[in-house]
């Protein structure tokens, strides 16, 4: 079933014709709404009225992360604070976190693209579904639970966490679909092994799997143990969250709903966009939101697009899975983690910054790990097991409490990182993704 | 009368006990008494030596994290109930014991006991005064 067959299978030439006038709307609408923007496009020397069609995005200024953390908190807004309706926040890398907010209409357009996504990945209404994404600040659980509100799935908000109730929930209520991280999926299949339970007997035959990259090999495995379809979500919070692109039942690339946002693949040095089946950065525009509206937003993500028609009938065009990041950044479940943050922190705890480095890893069938290396120096140093043990401690909640993850510190002695041209290797990357 | 300790940070890996001592060993360091306190990643290397400034100093060139520490060594009586009564004078004190630990003495074969103290000078006193003796630099050198 496709959820909204009109736009999702529009002709090529027509899509372009709506998404033309669209970014008018949009680049007229933050010009007029936001003194961030009408900055930017002033000095870019491109008025919105200069925009005629899709093509001429091009033309407009690229936005990036730290726009939205230099105009903390509401200064990227086109919209004023009271007329939102919702407001998400994500822990920041040195100070301010990131925030976005939603009008009426823009959860309105989050339950419509999640409801594209679910029907996507093969859902139809009354279906069952586990939400065992986290509930709250963070965009993916309520983010599914509108868009399962809007296709009228029977909606079990389980939240993320508290495993064996998950299991028996699934056991009890038979839900067909299950939305959470991938590394969660595979954790609970473990958990479900050891309570003596038989994954491949699960009620579960579609999974909803995002909110951190994952590999052709790790969907293998849970298809396998689950018995049932893995198929992968994309989103970001700047953007809506869940629900930017979404895989079909073929698993030939995440369908982009392109009608609301626009999505250009560019080289993310020089900015120009790239040829089509080409990897680059993925930059997006949102057409039609109406809080925060982005213009051009670097999402740092690394992927390829092709716009040929797909198997399933739609047409928006479908984007290859995350291949990498231009930035640093690593997702250690479903989190964003910057070594920056990780920096900041130990930087407040020492007064000085030790020599770190940051090693994740996914053992089989375990949740990702990270692991902060911390140098001990002579300043760090004590006799006393008790002080180095509390020292581990302190970074450990430090970082917990700003971040939100939890991670293993080990203290290593002196020139054990790496350094290549006098500059430790801050993150080592074990996973298989 | 107090006596330097030398701390070694050792991450637990194959090896970095033995990389210590032969990096002693070459450059002709007696070391008088060795231990080592461990958690499950690290642990912390603890030795008494002849000469404790320059072999730190030595430690450190090679790289290695290491502190001095004060401690007192005490001989430990060669009669029964020797060990006890040192901790009896010790537990009805006020002095507080961060870690200690013990050794045989090569020549007389006499047990001795090195205490972490949070109050060194006011351990000794009271130590001395309860005729228990204490160890100091030059004897150390000799041992
Ligand atoms: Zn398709």
């Known amino acids: 079933m496709i959820w909204n067959e009109k736009m999702e299978c529009m002709d090529l030439e027509d899509l372009k014709n709506i998404q033309s006038e669209r970014l008018k709307d949009i680049a007229e609408y933050v010009y007029q709404n936001n003194p961030v923007y009408k900055k930017k496009f002033d000095a870019a020397g491109i008025k919105p009225w ?22 903390y908190p509401f200064g990227l807004f086109s919209v004023q604070p009271k007329n939102l309706a919702e407001i998400h926040v994500s822990s920041g890398t040195t100070g301010n976190p990131t925030v976005v907010g939603y009008t009426k209409e823009d959860l309105k357009l989050w339950g419509e693209v999640m409801a594209r996504a679910f029907c996507c990945a093969g859902a139809v209404p009354h279906d069952l579904i586990q939400i065992a994404y986290g509930y709250g600040l963070f965009t993916g659980g309520l983010g599914a639970h509108y868009g399962a509100m809007e296709m009228g799935l029977v909606i079990i908000p389980a939240s993320s966490g508290q495993t064996k109730r998950q299991l028996k929930i699934m056991n009890d209520f038979k839900p067909r679909i299950l939305a959470c991280t991938p590394s969660y999926a595979m954790y609970m299949a473990e958990e479900a092994k050891e309570l003596g339970l038989k994954p491949r007997d699960s009620s579960w035959k579609i999974g909803v799997f995002g909110a951190e990259p994952w590999s052709e090999a790790m969907r293998k495995e849970i298809e396998n143990t689950w018995n049932m379809l893995a198929t992968d979500i994309y989103g970001l919070s700047e953007i809506i969250g869940p629900g930017v692109a979404q895989e079909c039942t073929h698993k030939t690339g995440l369908h982009l709903f392109s009608d609301v946002f626009y999505p250009e693949i560019i080289d993310p040095k020089t900015g120009h966009q790239v040829k089509e089946g080409n990897k680059g950065e993925l930059v997006i525009t949102t057409l039609t939101k109406r809080g925060i509206p982005l213009i051009r937003y670097r999402t740092r993500d690394i992927v390829s697009i092709k716009y040929e028609k797909c198997k399933c009938g739609r047409t928006s065009p479908r984007i290859s899975k995350i291949s990498g990041r231009t930035d640093d950044m690593i997702i250690v479940r479903g989190i964003n983690v910057f070594p920056s943050q990780i920096e900041h922190v130990l930087l407040g705890i020492e007064g ?7 090693i994740v890893d996914r053992r089989a069938n375990e949740l990702d790990e990270l692991e902060v290396w911390v140098e001990v120096d002579q300043k760090i140093f004590s006799d006393e097991i008790k002080q180095l043990r509390a020292f581990e401690d302190k970074i450990k909640k430090e970082i917990d409490s700003v971040l939100g993850v939890y991670v293993k510190v080990k203290l290593v002695e002196p020139k054990t990182i790496a350094r290549s041209e006098g500059k430790a290797k801050r993150v080592v990357d074990k996973r298989v993704l | 009368m107090k006596l330097t300790q030398i701390s070694i940070f050792l991450e637990n890996r194959k090896g970095r006990l033995f990389d210590v001592c032969s990096l002693l060993g070459k450059n002709k360091v007696n070391i008088r008494a060795l231990t080592v306190a461990e958690s499950e990643q690290f642990g912390i290397l603890r030795i008494v030596v002849d000469k404790p400034e320059a072999t730190a100093a030595l430690l450190k060139k090679h790289g290695f994290v290491a502190s001095l520490t004060d401690i007192v060594a005490v001989e430990v009586a060669d009669k029964p109930g020797g060990l006890a009564d040192i901790l009896k004078v010790l537990s009805v004190s006020d002095i507080n014991v961060e870690y200690m630990y013990g050794f045989v003495e090569r020549k007389s074969d006499k047990a001795i006991l090195v205490f972490r103290f949070d109050e060194p000078d006011k351990a000794i006193v009271l130590l001395k005064k ?8 030059k004897e150390i050198g000799d041992l």
């Open chain 1, 50 to 71: 200069e925009i005629k069609s899709i093509d001429d995005i091009k033309k407009l200024p690229f936005t990036v992360k730290e726009d939205l953390r230099d105009n």
């Open chain 1, 352 to 358: 000085t910054l030790p020599h770190y480095q940051l």
């Open chain 2, 130 to 137: 309860k005729k228990i003796k204490v160890i100091g630099r």
